[in-house]
């Protein structure tokens, strides 16, 4: 079941942190101990051509990553073609700042202002300028960068490791090529809508859904962040509140679920770490870049979910070999 909904509280630690760990972290150790697969087996072919049946008359485009963590088996659909990251860049955010908490250089209880845009009176700046808000602390910001979405508290962040060139470094740090952070979230907000997403390849603040993928299996396996990071990012994606009507409601009743949903005009995204019956991890990254509407697309990414999640939720039959390379 999902954790209780966290609280501020005054002094958080890291033993409250892993005390609290949801179902998603619990996870026998037999089955963490399953190497991942680097090959497509029938299940995986099979479970393709269900989803792009399912997109086929979708307009725009659609990028899919997804891969059984603990069994092996993975499915990409336009895997290494750039898209709007919009807020999942998040997640690198809050992984940037956990890792300076696990160096001594930041707390999750030190006060850090929000970030908040500032009208720009002598024409458009590269950069949008932003002022000191609100002060809280780093645990609440994370708080709400992650289950409200909030921009303010994520400039906030960003701002505290040092700007978005301390994002950047910690992706290549952990390996993740395909992924780039290339400004602050109120200049991505304020520029939103220059560029047709559908039919525009744009590579800046921009991820491929293999990157994607590869970032939330950094962390889920523990080689992105020490488990008592682990334990707080992943704590805090299971209670993400926005985008109800994407993957989670393609997913049954009940289901333990560490997400993180992206959105501006014309991009819908959501991506996360959905617990199988048997305990095995699904990461899945789901990018729509097209013009029917987040409605729409929130269907879409909805029936696409639900898709992988019944052809992985499957054991494979005993001994069935895989058969082709990706």
């Not at 160096?103 to 999750?108: C, E, H, K, T, Y």
């Not at 523990?222 to 209670?239: E, F, I, K, N, Y």
Request: glycine share 10%; net charge positive; aromatic share 4%.
């Amino acid at each position: 079941m999902l954790l209780r909904t966290l609280c501020y509280p005054k002094i958080p630690s890291w033993i409250a942190a892993l005390a609290a760990m949801p179902a998603l972290l619990m996870t026998t150790p037999s089955v963490h101990s399953r190497a991942p697969a680097t090959m497509q087996d029938q299940r995986d072919l099979t479970i393709q051509q269900t989803i792009e049946s399912i997109i086929g008359h979708a307009r725009g485009r659609i990028g899919i990553a997804a891969a059984d963590l603990d069994g092996g088996g993975q499915v990409l659909i336009h895997g290494d073609m750039p898209f709007p990251m919009a807020s999942t860049v998040k997640i690198a955010v809050a992984g940037t700042f956990l890792t300076g908490v696990e160096q001594g250089r930041f707390s999750l209880v030190q006060p850090l202002p929000m970030m908040m845009p500032v009208a720009e009176r002598r024409g458009r700046s590269s950069e949008a300028p932003l002022r000191a808000g609100p002060t809280m602390s780093a645990q609440q910001l994370m708080e709400l960068m992650i289950t409200r979405s909030d921009n303010h508290a994520t400039d906030g962040l960003i701002t505290a490791v040092g700007g978005i060139g301390a994002v950047n470094a910690w992706l290549a740090r952990n390996g993740i090529v395909g992924q780039h952070v290339d400004s602050t979230i109120a200049t991505m907000v304020r520029d939103d809508g220059r560029i047709n997403p559908a039919t525009t390849i744009d590579t800046r603040n921009a991820s491929t859904p293999r990157a994607m993928l590869a970032l939330l299996a950094a962390i889920d396996r523990g080689s992105a962040l020490s488990p008592q990071s682990r334990a707080v990012l992943l704590d805090t994606m299971t209670r993400t509140s926005t985008g109800k009507n994407r993957m989670r409601a393609g997913l049954p009743d009940g289901t333990v679920f560490a997400h993180k949903t992206g959105t501006l005009q014309g991009v819908t995204d959501d991506v996360g770490i959905i617990r199988l019956p048997d305990g095995r991890h699904l990461a899945l990254a789901i990018f729509v870049a097209g013009p029917e509407g987040h409605t729409a697309h929130a269907t879409l990414i909805a029936q696409i979910t639900r898709a992988l999640y019944d052809g992985y939720a499957k054991e494979l039959p005993h001994g069935e070999t895989q058969q082709s390379r990706r």
